[in-house]
């Protein structure tokens, strides 16, 4: 396709500094990476790999079709039910992704008609499940849980969603689950709470902030979360009660219409799960090795495994990766319209199989990058 205003487009986003291009990972390569969602380090361990294995020596290589035609195999069930075993709930839906999750569930509850009230610092995917829900749609600050009550109050809508991370992505904030479960109840609404930022994080053994919170199993709260981050593979869950899990199979079109989540990924993810299970340790691992991290570079104490490094110029904060990068230092370089402007970054996410030596190291590296992109003060970066 070449219309003119492709060009156009192209060269403000270049001058602007907020053009992307992946850069692509070599097998043997040899840079430390904190700039995945890998927070166990769980990846290339050998039990998950084998896990990858057995799917496809069972199974083939993919799903050859939807869940509802052919698709849905015994490892898809047996995982679901671990799944929701594991978060605490009855039920529990596999989809091909975090991100079709997320729409599946919320346009599979609420339409025309029904109020959602979300916050500003909501994913993309849940976002975007707003959009296509086709509900009215109003957004509060994030985590302001006395703006979702007066919300709910108002509404005229017989019907409302409240949606939040449990963990921010960008910052590895928490948001405030528990007052904000209490307003979307006092107000008759459902809550869904996305926890792919939380779970092998925060929680007991890793099972998320909801669990941490108490609230594992309430009724009105429905849990998603996903398969590439803790669980070192692909896909996302949906868990809440039965009556929710087999709505969701009548009503997903993510989940209807979508070829089902490949054999490989469905053993990795249940061999992850079962080795989080063998090692409640490594939640608090990853969480200390987050800590060491910001204290080394001035920051504060993080929450989760998110070390977020605000520059402000998108240009600087790619140069500042890039000389990471230069260094074999991987680290994420977030730009509008990932997060506001004036507040691009440095985004550190931290494993639980790096050693102390390593994340000294890293540390120097990100703050020399820093410094040479005039970011010499450490202790004001957020």
Known sequence: MSAPWLAEV??????????????????????????????????????????????VDAWGTGSTSSRLV????????????????????EAALVFSSGYLANIGAITALVGRGDLIVSDTGTHASLIDGCRLSRARVVVVDR???????????????????VVTDSVYSVDGRLAPLRELYAAAREGGATMLVDE????????????????????AG????????????????????????????????????????????NPAAVGAAHAALRVLMDRPELPLRLRSNAQRIAAA????????????????????????????RDRGVLVGCFRPPSVPEGTSR????????????????????VRDALAEVGRTDVETVR
Not at 143 to 161: K, N, Q, T
Not at 230 to 252: F, N, P, T, Y
Not at 299 to 317: E, F, N, R
């Open 196 to 215: 792919a930022h939380a779970v092998g994080v925060r929680g007991p053994g890793g099972r998320g902030l909801v669990a941490e919170c108490g609230l």
């Open 143 to 161: 985590g302001d849980h006395e703006a979702v009550r007066r919300v709910l109050a108002d509404r005229s809508e017989p019907r409302a969603l």
């Open 346 to 365: 440095l985004r550190l996410t931290v494993r639980a199989d790096v050693d102390e030596a390593t994340l000294d190291l890293v540390a120097d590296v």
């Open 218 to 261: 309430s009724d009105g709260l429905i849990v998603t979360a996903v398969c590439s981050k803790s669980l070192a593979a692909q896909g996302g869950v949906v868990a809440g009660s039965r009556l929710l899990r087999d709505h969701l199979i009548d009503h997903a079109r993510t989940f209807i219409f979508d070829t089902g989540l």
């Open 10 to 55: 192209a060269e403000r986003t270049v001058a602007a500094g907020l053009h992307r291009a992946p850069v692509a990972r070599q097998a043997n390569g040899s840079e430390i990476n904190l700039a995945s969602n890998d927070y166990l380090g769980l990846s290339t361990h050998p039990e998950v790999i084998a896990g990858a294995h057995a799917g």
């Open 297 to 324: 570079l001035g920051a504060p104490a993080p929450d989760s495994a998110v070390v977020s490094l605000i520059v402000g110029d998108p240009v600087a904060a790619v140069t500042a990766a890039g000389i990471c």
């Open 70 to 89: 052919v698709g849905t195999t015994q490892a898809h069930l047996d995982f679901e039910d671990d799944m929701a075993r594991f978060l605490g709930a």
